[in-house]
Structure formats: C-alpha cells, structure tokens
C-alpha cells in the first residue's frame, strides 16, 4: 500500500491552555522529538543488517510548527494564536490538536548494486525490517513581544513499534509483507513530561531518514 491508501493509523493529540490575564497574550503550537531506530535485514547466507537510528540522540522531527496544525489563511504559517485570559482546546473553533501517523517503507531489494558476470544487478535482498520509535510531543507557546521565543509547557511521550516480514502468507500461499510483531503505537501510564525551561535536540531527523534507499523498485514498495 502507498501513504494515500493505507490505514490512518497513529496517535492523536488534544491540548487545553489558558493564557494568563495579564501579558498573556501570544501563540501556541506543537513540537515533536524523536529518538529513531529502525533495521532491516539481508536475505542471505550470513544476514546483516542495515541500521537507521540517532543512537539514542534526540533530535527533531521534521519540522517546527508540527505536522498539520492549523494555518492562518493571511500568512499560510502554521500557528495557533490566543489572547490575555483565553483558553485554546480540542472543542475550540480552531481545535488545538494535531496527530502523527508514523510509516516504515519496506523495500524487497535497494534497486542498485554490482553486475554479475552475466550482466544482470546483483542487489540486496531485504526480507525483514524493524521499527522501534520513542517521541515526544510538546505542547508550545511564546507570548507576544518582540524579543519573545517559543518555550515547552508539556510534553506528552509515546513509542511505535513494528516487524514486518517478507514470508509465505498461509492463507493464500503467497509471499507477502506480513506483521511478526504488532503494528502498535502506544503510551505509558507516566506519559505526561514536566516540559523542561528549554528544548534540546540535535539536527533533524529528516538527515537520517535520507539514508533509506532513493532507487529502490517501487513495484516492491510498500508501508507499514
């Protein structure tokens, strides 16, 4: 499946602010952090894997303002914006919330690799990937005021995880990508952060992520 059919499966966040009555005034928007780790393995006689991970750094993912929130139609930036005394939530007329539903390609082959003797492409087979993300979502203001910058007032903490591989499905005697491990995102009971004075990250994980294979034959793409 590609990202426009598969199921919309991920996490949803809903925030409540009240901004103080005096010099409360100012914008709100969500940030996330990622610590990333994901592998995939060779087919072969003496498998291997390919390792996609920040190494237990913390780093941003993708971009700030996060994801889809919502976009002033004067100026298309993505922001919240919340006056002295006011309060922003899910039930207000722009809802603050946003959601993530996170995705891992799952390629049979890198697409490229040495020639044969023969001629044909010797590539890398991968029959098996796994996926093990920790986030953090953090709710964020910065008040109004010409030296103002953003600050985390909470952070909310959530992982996913998955294994795919490619195997005989039983039911029709075929190979196909087939969950070994649940497709599960999922918080702990502890999941509230004390957001601390402030955020810090190391690069942006899009830098990593890079790393997964451009030329890979899109006929053996799929997500999970």
């Known amino acids: 499946m590609d990202s426009e059919t598969r199921p919309k499966l991920g996490m949803v966040f809903e925030a409540t602010i009240t901004a103080p009555v005096i010099n409360g005034a100012g914008e709100v928007n969500f940030l996330q952090t990622v610590v990333e780790q994901s592998d995939r393995y060779e087919d072969a006689v003496n498998p ?5 991970s920040s190494h237990d750094v913390v780093m941003l993912d993708t971009e700030f ?27 207000s007329t722009n809802a603050l919330t946003t959601s993530d539903s996170p995705k891992q390609p799952l390629y049979l082959n890198d697409g490229y690799g040495t020639k044969n003797e023969d001629g044909s492409e010797n590539v890398k087979r991968y029959t098996k990937y796994e996926a093990a993300d920790e986030f953090t ?3 964020m203001y910065k008040p109004e005021g010409e ?7 909470r952070g909310y903490g959530w992982d996913w995880t998955a294994t795919a591989e490619w ?39 899009t830098a990593i992520t890079a790393l997964e294979i451009k030329f890979a034959q899109e006929a053996d793409r799929q997500f999970f």
């Not at 291997?48 to 996609?52: D, H, L, R, S, T």
């Not at 996060?66 to 922003?88: F, K, N, Q």
């Not at 990508?177 to 957001?195: E, G, I, R």
Request: net charge negative.
């Open 48 to 52: 291997q894997n390919q390792e996609i």
């Open 147 to 153: 030296d103002s910058i953003w600050v985390p007032l």
């Open 167 to 205: 195997k005989l499905n039983p039911l029709d005697n075929k190979m196909k990508w087939m969950f070994t491990k649940n497709h599960t995102c999922y918080s702990t009971s502890d999941f509230v952060v004390t957001a601390p004075l402030l955020l810090e990250w190391e690069g942006n994980v």
């Open 137 to 139: 979502m953090h709710v």
């Open 65 to 91: 303002p996060y994801g889809e929130p919502h976009r002033d139609p004067d100026d298309d930036v993505h922001r919240w914006s919340i006056g002295a005394g006011d309060t922003l939530g899910p039930s």
